[in-house]
């Protein structure tokens, strides 16, 4: 199966910016859509942004449009997740997933393949 790494998370004043990279590897790693989930203590796992290997279509969680924005190099098989404006309601804990075949998933079913997470503090 493919394994999934992020980085990039951190602590950040409110307004500021991050980048988070997910690096895939393994045997099993095709071009699938990929997307990006977070989870805040007590809260359920939310989307927030997905891509789609192939055509290239990028689509984003009500909360998060406007301002972050998804990208893929698949030479180097990552995907990229640029945070802009940032709130502390963004605090949480940022997982990339590899989905199972739909062009444009957006369900944690979806999803076939996550990684560890990282921590992402907003601070006010």
């Known amino acids: 199966q493919v394994q999934l790494v992020e980085s990039g998370g951190g602590l950040v004043q409110a307004g500021g910016s991050l980048r988070l990279s997910c690096a895939a590897s393994?045997?099993?790693?095709?071009?699938?859509?990929m997307g990006w989930f977070r989870q805040a203590p007590g809260k359920e796992r939310e989307f927030v942004a997905g891509i789609s290997w192939n055509g290239g279509i990028a689509y984003y969680g009500d909360p998060v449009k406007g301002r972050f924005t998804i990208s893929r190099d698949n030479a180097k098989n990552t995907v990229y997740l640029q945070m802009n404006s940032l709130k502390p309601e963004d605090t949480a804990v940022y997982y990339c997933?590899?989905?199972?075949?739909?062009?444009?998933?957006?369900?944690?079913?979806?999803?076939?393949?996550w990684g560890q997470g990282t921590q992402v503090t907003v601070s006010s």
């Open positions: 997933a590899a989905g199972l075949g739909l062009a444009t998933p957006r369900r944690v079913s979806d999803f076939g393949s």
């Open positions: 393994g045997r099993t790693f095709s071009d699938y859509a």
